[in-house]
């Protein structure tokens, strides 16, 4: 069965950092792209940023600059450095990953249990 469980979510000061990290873990062939979104209170879930196998990224309009995503494909992990944080980062931050299985199998999107981020003094 494959997961993906994230970790370094809590809470932070207007201006400090957090790191994000999420790892696949069960039987996989192999992982394409793999992204980060967040869902605030009362608002659709949106993408933060996202990474592909390769290693090109993009983000959002409203992060760039602040936060940096990257991926250790050895350890199956995505990782979200925010910096500079903002109470408008506050949200639950979800990652997902295009999984494939089996070498002939195709690629379904798995996501993570999300994981919370609350930037307050």
């Known amino acids: 069965q494959v997961q993906l469980v994230e970790s370094g979510g809590g809470l932070v000061q207007p201006g400090g950092s957090l790191k994000l990290s999420c790892a696949a873990s069960g039987i996989i062939f192999s992982i394409g792209a793999m992204g980060w979104y967040r869902q605030a209170p009362g608002r659709e879930r949106e993408l933060v940023a996202g990474?592909?196998?390769?290693?090109?990224?993009n983000y959002a309009d409203s992060v760039k600059g602040r936060f940096i995503i990257s991926r250790d494909n050895v350890k199956r992990t995505v990782y979200l450095q925010m910096d500079s944080l903002k109470p408008e980062d506050t949200a639950v931050y979800y990652c997902n990953a295009e999984i494939k299985l089996t070498r002939y199998g195709v690629k379904s999107l798995y996501w993570g249990q999300g994981t919370q981020v609350t930037v307050s003094s």
């Open positions: 990474i592909t196998s390769g290693g090109s990224t």
